[in-house]
């Protein structure tokens, strides 16, 4: 079990929309929907950049997903699988919020 | 060895048989050379009386800019072929050209006729063909008041309309005892004139001229048979037409006893190495003297060039024309020459609307029809004729107003394949179902694949039908619901949030949608929320609604950095903010360029250095560009009359003026604007949104132009305008625009989807036949007055500023962001030179 690390304040979030964190030396992407708080890989694998938390959050079929700001692939935020092309992902980090802080690992 | 084709007349049939055949493979089996007589390249004759109400004599050509160079086409104008000797296969011109040929197509069209009357030579006695006739007319008109046009048929109409506009007392004289005598019958004939005179065109019918003398109170005196007289400065001959047979009749090709050249199903000559298409061409007897006849032809002539099964088999004379304003429309044989022919008549006094229908004796199939005042009902009545369908029961609810019953309607299912549904292009209901069946999903793009609804655009109404008819059956949602969370198209939203007050996505989404929302609608609502309140992208709660480039007031890059575009309106800008954008750039290590906008781009920015940059920029008197937004662009100008030779007004002056108006006001898709101090068009406005063109007496406005990935020309829409006018029609245009456009839609496609077109454009912006005009004046000036500079409310804000950073947890550099050197600039390093650790970071 990897260590927990405080990233911010949950009230740094924007809800429904994305945020970009550093997580060790990795950039994160914190997405706070309904309440909850996901967090994945900020690297865009298709269009090769540190951009994921700029996308538009939404919802696909009752599943949520952020839309790559580059080129518009939709990635699951629980599974972080890409809808489009079923052989890319984003990373999935765990998340917790306590005491009004976010942490990952 | 290719063999030679050579193509007399450059008409509208001898340019339309070139563009079938470049589109051919027997092309590349051929050089082909042209000779025109006219000074100019192939024009729209159809359209002529134009030429007087704003259009110039560019704007009437058929021709794309190049086309003839760019496809290796020899054409050769104002050489006049004299002579053909068809058994050497060889053509001379009047300057002594001579020249072989393989295969010769003669399109030689035709020439008015003008009776012989004495006095018909007389000074400002005159015809009605070219653009040269039309500049005789313009001159002659300079120094006339009353006009009158012989001839009371389809191209005399056309001529008494150029009369009008040219600001003359208008006659028109006809031999016969009504107007259009051909295509209309006595009741459909005396509507037309009720309407025609009440424009202030007087009509004389039954009048045979004698004789044409000098006149007492104007130039000339025309005396006709009955004794009566009538007085008169200019006279136009347009008592129909002949064909210009001449030169094949010097070569002995076989010819009709009054004239035409004698065609077979193949259109050859009886020398069948040489071609006849088009007016000049007589087949089974008949003259055929419309353009879509002439069309076909010119398709039966190519096919037969690729040895591909072709035959004309004659053409239907049916045809729908608007007449000085007046709608008009006649099919098959309106006159009943059958004597069991039976008719059915609908008169409207009040509204002056006229219908007949003239059906078979057994009262099955449909024989002729007029329509005058109103032809709603010409496609269905068409189809019928021209598939031979059987009639309903009640003939007369064909023509019989809607709140009379039910109207039969004839889905589009009714009709065969084979059904022509656009008789100017030629286009089946086969055709349109293969351009679906091919990946096109709308009404525009059946347009762009098949050329239907692109001629007259008399047949959009029919095609339409078909392509949502043949949609659904696809399974293809014809449904415009923008996407799974919303079944409302944008212009339902749109209408939803201003008539419901809807001021955030939350509550829309709650009211009628489902689901979280995504990428397609989110910013939609978005843009519709800044069209109608003016709301603020960077509100808090609008932040998750907007794609990137809204949300941080930049175009984001591929390696996540940002571009800064500075408003520069009109183009002109001073050294001094030259200096500053040249010195933030350095600072900052951005790339910079110019755009194809007319303004300076800095690429590069980092999100954290944002606020700073723009802070440097305002306080130089830059503002935002709105570059990354749905909204107006730029406005691009010429340098305009202050400092060019040529140059009628100030284009710079209104190009600034236009980009203030306009600039924030977000639209379904970006608008670009453009402005021209002369003809010479050097702003390129004709490819924009918006185009503004100074003349000699004021602004020249051109709507829906695209430059981009389907280059469209934008269409003239109103002439002459003062600036206030200008103003006001392209603030009701833009509202009117962003009021009922789909998602990202730009104007151009816009247009091509708006039934009625251009012309019902035209009477919402300039008639107001809605009665909105004030009304979307109000909107657009509201949104005016609310304006401000997006990057203004940051830079003021430390609470926003705080929001562009690369990590909310650190201060750091994003590592993926390298840059490399390339011709003193930095631009993105790409994934191998990152591998290659061949990158520069940024310091």
Known sequence: MSEWVKICAVSDLIADAGVPALFKDQAIALFYVNDQVYALSNYDPIGQANVMSRGIVGSIKGELVVASPLYKEHYSLSTGKCLEKPEVALTVYSVKVEGGDVWVS | ?843
């Not at chain 2, 609908?346 to 609307?353: L, W």
């Not at chain 2, 019953?405 to 209901?429: E, I, N």
């Not at chain 2, 730009?746 to 251009?758: H, V």
Request: proline share 4%.
């Open chain 2, 1 to 843: 060895m290719k063999k030679k084709l050579v193509v007399v007349g450059n008409g509208m049939v001898g340019h339309a048989f070139l563009d079938k055949l470049v589109n051919s493979s027997a092309f590349s089996d051929y050089t082909v050379t042209v000779f025109g007589e006219e000074p100019r390249v192939a024009y729209d004759r159809v359209y002529l009386s134009s030429y007087f109400s704003g259009k110039t004599a560019e704007d009437l050509s058929l021709v794309p800019t190049g086309f003839y160079e760019a496809n290796g086409i020899d054409i050769r104008l104002n050489e006049k072929v004299v002579a053909i000797d068809s058994a050497a296969q060889s053509i001379t011109t009047a300057s002594g050209i001579s020249m072989t040929y393989d295969k010769l197509v003669l399109a030689t069209g035709s020439y008015p006729f003008v009776p012989p009357i004495e006095g018909n030579n007389r000074d400002a006695c005159l015809v009605y063909r070219t653009i040269e006739d039309l500049e005789a007319m313009k001159e002659a008109a300079t120094r006339s008041k009353i006009g009158v046009v012989v001839g009371g048929g389809l191209l005399g109409l056309e001529a008494a309309k150029a009369l009008v506009d040219l600001g003359l007392q208008t006659h028109v004289v006809e031999f016969a005892p009504r107007l259009m005598p051909v295509q209309l019958d006595n009741g459909g004939a005396s509507m037309l004139r009720r309407k025609i005179e009440k424009l202030g065109v007087k009509i004389h019918t039954s009048k045979s001229t004698k004789i044409i003398e000098d006149g007492e109170t104007a130039r000339h005196k025309m005396v006709f048979a009955d004794g009566e007289s009538l007085e008169t400065d200019v006279i136009l001959f347009s008592a129909g037409i002949r064909p210009r047979d001449e030169l094949a009749k010097q070569a002995g090709l076989a010819m009709g006893a009054r004239g035409g050249i004698v065609i077979n199903d193949q259109c050859q000559t009886s020398a069948a190495h040489v071609y006849a298409i088009g007016e000049c061409a007589l087949h089974g007897g008949m003259i055929y003297g419309l353009v879509a006849p002439g069309y076909a032809m010119a398709q039966v002539v190519v096919d037969h060039l690729n040895h591909k099964p072709a035959a004309f088999t004659g053409a239907d004379m049916s045809t729908k024309l608007k007449l000085m304003g007046v709608d008009v429309a006649s099919i098959g044989d309106p006159h009943g020459t059958d004597e069991a022919a039976k008719s059915y008549i609908y008169e409207n006094g009040p509204q002056e609307v006229y219908k007949k229908l003239v059906v078979s004796a057994d009262g099955k199939k449909l024989l002729g029809a007029v329509l005058v005042g109103d032809v709603d009902d010409y496609g269905n009545l068409l189809q019928l004729k021209l598939n031979d369908m059987d009639l309903p029961e009640h003939p007369d609810d064909l023509i019989l107003p809607a709140r009379a019953g039910t109207k039969p309607s004839f889905g589009p299912d009714s009709l065969p394949d084979s059904a022509q549904l656009c008789s100017c292009y030629d286009v089946s209901k086969g055709r349109i179902i293969q351009a679906i069946d091919e990946g096109a999903t709308c009404l525009a793009d059946v347009k762009n694949a098949t050329k239907a609804c692109t001629g007259c655009g008399g047949c959009t109404q029919l095609v339409t039908s078909v392509v949502n008819a043949e949609l659904a059956k696809r399974g293809v949602e014809v449904s415009k619901a923008i996407c799974e969370h919303f079944p409302y198209s944008r212009q339902e939203l749109y209408h939803l949030v201003k008539v419901e007050g809807h001021k955030d996505f939350a509550s829309l989404l709650h009211a009628h949608g489902e689901g979280h929302g995504c990428d397609i609608c989110k910013p939609a609502v978005a843009s519709i929320l800044g069209s109608v309140w003016n709301a603020y992208a960077f509100d808090k709660k609008n932040i998750p609604l907007q794609d990137t480039n809204d949300r941080y007031l930049g175009n984001m890059q591929k390696d996540g950095s940002y571009s800064i575009i500075p408003r520069v309106p009109g183009g002109e800008i001073t050294p001094d903010k030259l200096i500053v954008l040249g010195q933030v750039a350095k600072d900052y290590q951005l790339y910079t360029k110019i755009n194809g906008g007319q303004r300076i781009v800095l690429f590069g920015a980092k999100l954290p250095d944002m606020p700073a940059i723009w802070k440097r920029l305002i306080d130089a008197g830059f503002e935002s560009g709105q570059a990354y937004a749905k909204a107006l662009r730029t406005v691009k100008s010429c340098v305009g009359s202050t400092w060019c030779r040529y140059g009628m007004l100030d284009s710079v002056k209104m190009a600034i003026d236009l980009e203030n108006r306009y600039k924030g006001v977000r639209s379904p898709h970006k608008m670009k604007m453009g402005v021209s101090g002369c003809t010479r068009e050097c702003a390129e406005a004709q490819a924009k949104d918006i185009g503004v063109i100074a003349t000699e007496n004021g602004w020249n406005l051109y709507v829906c132009g695209n430059g981009g990935m389907k280059p469209r020309h934008a269409d003239l829409f109103a002439v002459d305008l003062d600036e206030a006018t200008l103003f006001k029609y392209i603030d009701r245009f833009i509202m009117f625009y962003i009021q009922t456009a789909g998602r990202l839609e730009r104007t151009a496609t816009w247009l091509g989807n708006l039934e009625g077109g251009i012309d019902y454009l035209r009477q919402v912006v300039i008639e107001d036949s809605l009665g909105i005009g004030m009304h979307l004046e109000m909107q657009m000036q509201s949104l005016v007055n609310s304006y401000q500079c997006d990057w203004q409310q940051v830079v003021d804000d430390p609470e926003k500023a705080k929001l562009f950073y690369n990590f909310v947890n650190a201060d750091e550099k994003d590592p993926e962001q390298l840059y490399v050197r390339e011709r003193g600039q930095l631009r993105p390093a790409t994934a191998q030179e990152k591998l290659e650790s061949l990158a520069v970071e940024l310091v």
